[in-house]
């Protein structure tokens, strides 16, 4: 069997999903006495034997510090960690892998950003533009610089499909507008924004931009050349890595101009009491031992995920999305939040008379997990009036039986709570 | 094992379909918001008191089954009491919801919302209404 994908023209091998099963441990457990349905995977995807391997390897064979030892533990170490620095650049076309900096997460990649490229640019009266669909990790870092400098946030809107508009976009791009922020598949809708105009509109204003990828790295394949983006940013622990590790892809000049965010060894030149050189990027972003098993670990979960083929997982998540959707649409009072034409394998649905929480209990006990709650996007909340959406998100070892169980037992739902 | 029944019984599923009180009280004479932040939900209360009494009590919120049937229960059970009947009852029913007292302290409507305890993930929606009513029955006082 094959699949179009959408992204490339050429033909994409489908996944097999009962064997990439295989290699995700946690899989063979139950809970409440049912086979685990894990969908929740837009809050943390799974991890393959592989890389709890790798992470475990690193530890039991030849852990050491980085950067700072002639011993032999410590240049195995070091060779293993910034290897990961390459295969970061190859998963997502950087030009070079100095272009990749190691942070904690998603959320510390955008912080850098916003404290160490836009912070010294900004003059009050000056505007940062976001979308109203980004995470709070992509509010709150942006609020925090505009609070010290007198800056503004300014909101581009969304359709009621969960849709931007270029020309919305456009329109809120002013004389004052130093800085765009936008993610490029929403966590709390599924939509897949149009990344790549944004960012020629942000070029056509000599802006630059940052693409939050938390959602869209670990599900297409990404290429920052292609996109053209200054800065992108990812989490490992939803590409099937550890938590506590992430990436930030900044092009080199701009990191090179950047300051330091945080001080401390590993990130300098020399030091004395009277002046310090920093060294030159990513390590001057790289303050303090990093998460050093963890990076590993990312590593290994850039090699699975390549070799699953990122056109691959898409394809076979949007059909697991397309045919949870259609047996959606038989469910009385079900209601999807996010329509988007372009959706990434993310479903969110409220329904008439049971509350997210109490479907998310329901689901629970048949073994199925996902999430409920406001997605840390409480202004998507506001904007459809709801307090939460449950949020069934798709990876690339789901397979369509758990649809189908996710579909049954939502039915449930209904009949326990419907009137 | 966990058992959906245990949670969902009918007297819960009752109050979440028809919540008791489910209003606002105008003028709010004392009010008070509890918050989960882990789902967003709230529960608003709304307390009038005269006379050492808890003359009227109401909740609005948009919020899960449990956090609702809670709210209502609890209304029912208080409207017209002493506020110090209000407060020990208030202190047994928390007392209970962390595990601190059987359920057999608690008035006898109020028992089945301790099968929450089965649900740890849900204690907290239970608990928001009894908290809330505490915070407004103290900001009556002040
Ligand atoms: C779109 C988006 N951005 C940012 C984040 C934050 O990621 P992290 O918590 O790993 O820093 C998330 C995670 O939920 C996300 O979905």
């Given amino acids: ?419 | 094992m966990t058992d959906l029944a245990d949670l969902y019984q009918a007297v819960i599923l009752d109050h979440n379909r028809a919540p008791r009180n489910f209003r606002r009280i105008e003028p709010p004479r004392s009010r008070a918001l509890a918050h989960n932040p882990v789902c967003g939900d709230t529960v608003e209360i709304f307390l009038r008191v005269a006379d050492g009494r808890v003359k009227d009590l109401a909740f609005l919120g948009d919020s899960c089954a449990v956090a609702t049937a809670s709210a209502s229960l609890l209304t029912e059970l208080l409207k017209g009491r002493s506020t110090d009947t209000v407060r020990t009852i208030c202190r047994q029913f928390e007392a209970v919801l962390s595990g601190d007292a059987e359920a057999g302290i608690l008035p006898e409507s109020l028992q089945p919302m301790a099968r929450v305890l089965h649900f740890p993930g849900r204690v907290q929606c239970a608990r928001l209404a009894v908290q809330a009513v505490d915070q407004a029955l103290h900001a009556s006082r002040l």
């Fill in chain 1, 1 to 419: 069997m094959s699949v179009t994908n959408p992204v490339s023209t050429r033909t994409t091998p489908a996944l097999d999903a009962e064997r990439i099963r295989q290699d995700f441990p946690i899989l063979q457990r139950e809970v409440h006495g049912k086979p685990l349905v894990y969908l929740d995977n837009g809050a943390s995807a799974q991890r393959p034997a592989c890389v709890i391997d790798a992470e475990g390897d690193c530890y039991r064979q030849y852990y050491a510090n980085i950067h700072r030892g002639v011993h032999m533990l410590s240049q195995e170490s070091t060779r293993a960690f910034e290897a990961v620095r390459g295969k970061a650049a190859g998963l997502l076309n950087a030009a070079s892998e100095r272009e990749i900096v190691f942070t904690r997460g998603t959320t510390e990649s955008i912080n850098l950003v916003a404290q160490s490229h836009v912070r010294p640019m900004l003059q009050p009266g000056d505007e940062i533009l976001i979308t109203g669909m980004e995470h709070h990790s992509n509010i709150v870092p942006w609020q925090l610089i505009c609070e010290y400098t007198g800056a503004k946030l300014v909101v581009v809107p969304f359709s009621d499909a969960g849709e931007l508009s270029l020309e919305d976009v456009a329109s809120r791009i002013t004389s004052r507008t130093r800085f765009i922020s936008v993610m490029q598949v929403s966590n709390a809708l599924g939509t897949i924004n149009p990344a790549r105009e944004i960012v020629q509109l942000a070029r056509r204003h000599g802006l630059t931009i940052l693409l939050d990828g938390a959602q869209a790295a670990p599900h297409m394949p990404v290429d920052v050349q292609d996109l053209d983006c200054d800065f992108y940013v990812f989490s490992a622990h939803k590409l099937y890595g550890p938590t506590g590790v992430g990436v930030l892809y900044g092009k080199y000049d701009l990191l090179k101009a950047m300051p330091p965010w945080q001080g401390g060894g590993d990130m300098i030149r020399s030091v004395t009491f009277e002046r310090t050189e920093f060294a030159e990027p990513p390590a001057r972003f790289e303050a303090g031992t990093p998460n050093i098993g963890g990076v590993i670990g990312l590593g290994a979960a850039i090699d699975y995920f390549q070799a699953l083929d990122p056109a691959a997982v898409l394809a076979h998540e949007t059909d697991l999305l397309r045919y949870a959707e259609a047996q959606m649409a038989d469910i009385p009072g079900l209601r999807i939040i996010g329509t988007a034409a372009d959706k990434a394998g993310i479903l969110s649905f409220v329904m008439e008379d049971a509350h997210p929480h109490d479907i998310g209990t329901i689901l629970d006990a048949d073994g199925i997990a996902i999430r409920a709650g406001h997605h840390c996007a409480q202004p998507v909340m506001q904007r459809y009036g709801v307090p939460a959406t449950a949020r069934a998100s798709f990876a690339a070892y789901n397979t369509r039986a758990e649809v189908d169980a996710l579909i049954a037992s939502l039915h449930k739902v209904h009949d326990l709570f419907g009137r």
